[in-house]
Nanobody, 122 residues
Framework: VQLQASGGGLVQAGGSLRLSCEGS????????VGWFRQAPGKEREFVAR????????YYVDSVKGRFTISRDNFKNAAYLQMNSLKPEDTAVYYC????????????????WGQGTLVTVSS
């Protein structure tokens, strides 16, 4: 396993969760880290990404102002702080790493974690 996502769980609407993604120096050093999610019956979609130095971030419109992506390169870790969660945020969340700084599409990510389930109840 090259990346490992954790932190998912069951939370009520309006609540918060913090997802973590841990990797090795090989899978983190110099890579953009992204978070994706896949709801049942839907395609995997981009959620957020952060550049190697953490100075360039980007979010899908539906999570802007609610989710915050960050990383700690000394720990080879990245995080997704999710606030004001909504039932439509329910999905399996995946972290991934890409050599491309501005990528938001699945095929451009080279390493993937196994996913962590987030369930938001109404």
């Amino acid at each position: 396993v090259q990346l490992q996502a954790s932190g998912g769980g069951l939370v009520q609407a309006g609540g918060s969760l913090r997802l973590s993604c841990e990797g090795s120096k090989r899978t983190f050093s110099g890579y953009t880290v992204g978070w994706f999610r896949q709801a049942p019956g839907k395609e995997r979609e981009f959620v957020a990404r952060t550049s190697w130095h953490g100075d360039i971030t980007y979010y899908v419109d539906s999570v802007k102002g609610r989710f915050t992506i960050s990383r700690d390169n000394f720990k080879n870790a990245a995080y997704l702080q999710m606030n004001s969660l909504k039932p439509e945020d329910t999905a399996v969340y995946y972290c991934a790493a890409s050599v491309k700084v501005f990528s938001t599409i699945v095929p451009e990510y080279d390493y993937w974690g196994q996913g962590t389930l987030v369930t938001v109840s109404s």
